[in-house]
């Protein structure tokens, strides 16, 4: 398999169009065949009517056949992954092992998607039988569930080529629900995403389903997401990316004549609070749980745990000189762009001139760990893992301290006892994840700071480390503002992500046969039903 550099518009390509890009190696420092045209807002249009066209198709589409559908697209990635893998290595530098391991987890999610299409428990079914002869008014027939919306856009994602871009969950997710996907591929991997892209109109194609079901578009730029968003006939959009990017598609979709909806996984820190019994039991091991989480893909995840917050003692003590040591013998390597990188090091240039903010031991001064990258083998991409610390006070006084910075890069924050963590986390904004280390008998006496970071995370975890994320219908990947635009009451990851992509209609009054087959008496789908108050997948008598 090889890329092209065209657009996929339904089962054509796009001709000659905007401006011109090429992939970039970020270990070689190099451009590489072929040119990727940039799409038009021509292309986007056409895109945007072939999936709304295809929509009411889409909709009334049985669970099974999408459920087909997604095994389908996850049976090609497997059987093309040694392709898709090598290509992926040279447009993101990510090792073989770690983008094996990404197929995989994306052939897996689309599979439990279509599981979950196929339940069809997702959709909430609600049936309310009609009283005529109640008193003193007859009570109608009341029958609703989340039905899709219609074309969804996805903007793929820089640091997961698979697992959150062309085939990822955003997608996996809205075809699953009953919707047409139209995607936006990121430019840092231009070739896997149409590689990718072929895939999925391969499954297309093989199961008979129509030409709007998937669109790949190409942009070096934003004009063609722009349009994409701002398109009349597109119903929700999917982003994983910056908060700078996120809030711009969220103020252009609630700019529109009639808004819509922006899924956006933005930014967040990952605070992880270290109890002292924590230090006491098993310090060796949160080094190295610690290190491993912080560095693994060079820091660009979005669970990355950049906020460490500690009770300063000589264990505490102890215990940061052990990890700075790791730090400094961590070695440099590449990060995703030379924008992502040249992001990284002007955040940590102004984090070292920040008052009350030094860097972690002498041998991770951030403007020694910059000036080594910028003369090492990897001058564009080159990143080693650059900490800092400051003290609660200042942390609680700088709203700045707060702010992500992606890459290898962490905070720790020294605080004199337990009741000064506690206003460390009542003052945090909206995280995807918050962790707890905490010694045996200690996590029972910290109810009031668990019940803190539940209110300011989506997942809360327990002597655990937050990247590491375990696709199943129990998890949930948001988090509040900033971590997501919606609040947190989605997720991104796990079966309740088909929500998203769904809103509720209520059937009132209707013969049987003209309802959904989810609604009607006989429940021919064996949907799992509320019906008059209790749960059940019988008929209504």
Aim: glycine share 12%; charged share 15%.
């Amino acid at each position: 398999m090889k890329p092209d550099g065209a657009s996929l518009i339904g089962f054509g390509s796009s001709g000659p169009g905007g401006a011109s890009f090429q992939a970039f190696d970020p270990v070689r420092g190099v451009n590489f065949e072929p040119s990727f045209s940039s799409a038009t807002n021509e292309d986007a249009g056409r895109a945007a009517q072939l999936a709304a066209a295809a929509a009411p198709g889409w909709a009334r589409l049985p669970g099974a056949a999408r459920s087909q559908f997604l095994h389908a697209i996850a049976t090609n990635l497997e059987a093309k992954t040694a392709d898709l893998v090598a290509r992926a290595m040279l447009e993101t530098g990510l090792a073989e092992a770690r983008l094996k391991g990404e197929v995989a987890r994306t052939c897996g999610q689309l599979r439990l998607y279509g599981q979950a299409a196929e339940r069809g428990d997702w959709r909430d079914v609600r049936i309310e039988t009609a009283q005529p002869e109640r008193q003193p008014l007859p009570k109608p027939d009341h029958r609703s569930m989340l039905r899709p919306l219609g074309p969804v856009v996805v903007f793929g994602s820089s640091n997961f080529p698979f697992a959150y871009s062309v085939a990822g969950g955003d997608t996996a997710s809205a075809f699953a629900a009953g919707c047409p996907v139209i995607v936006k591929a990121h430019p840092a991997h231009p070739g896997t995403s149409e590689l990718v892209g072929r895939l999925i109109l391969h499954a297309v194609r093989d199961c008979g389903l129509p030409e709007g079901t998937f669109s790949l578009l190409f942009d070096a730029g934003f004009a063609v997401g722009q349009a994409l968003v701002k398109h009349p006939l597109v119903k929700a959009v999917g982003f994983t990316g910056s908060l700078g990017g996120g809030r711009a598609l969220v103020d252009l979709a609630a700019a529109r004549p009639e808004p819509i909806p922006v899924y956006a996984e933005m930014g967040s820190i990952n605070p992880v609070f270290i109890l002292p019994g924590a230090l006491a039991e098993r310090a060796a091991g949160i080094v190295e749980g610690l290190h491993a989480s912080a560095t693994v893909g060079v820091g660009q995840f979005c669970t990355n745990p950049g906020l460490i917050v500690l009770q300063r003692s000589a264990a505490a003590e102890q215990f940061m000189m052990s990890l700075t040591a790791k730090l400094a013998a961590t070695p440099e390597a590449a990060m995703l762009t030379a924008g992502i990188c040249g992001k990284f090091r002007t955040g940590v240039e102004a984090r070292a001139r920040t008052a009350g903010v030094k860097p972690v031991g002498a041998s991770l001064l951030a403007t020694d760990r910059t000036a080594q990258s910028r003369a090492s083998s990897l001058p564009q991409t080159g990143a080693a893992p650059v900490w800092f610390e400051t003290t609660a006070l200042e942390f609680l006084g700088n709203p700045a301290l707060s702010q992500e910075i992606f890459g290898p890069s962490s905070l720790v924050v020294w605080c004199k006892d337990g009741p000064e963590m506690l206003e460390v986390a009542r003052h945090l904004e909206g995280n995807l994840t918050a962790t707890l280390q905490a010694g045996a008998a200690e996590a029972q006496t910290q109810g009031a700071l668990i019940d803190v970071l539940a209110a300011k995370a989506g997942r809360v975890i327990l002597n655990g480390y937050p990247t590491g994320l375990e696709v199943s219908p129990a998890i949930v990947h948001s988090g509040p503002y900033p971590a997501t635009s919606d609040g947190g009451r989605s997720t991104s990851v796990g079966t309740r992500a088909l929500t998203r992509w769904a809103r509720l209609v209520c059937y009132q009054g209707f013969a049987d046969e003209l309802l959904p087959p989810e609604l009607q008496n006989a429940n021919p789908v064996g949907a799992l039903r509320l019906v008059d108050g209790e749960w059940t997948r019988a008929a209504v008598a």
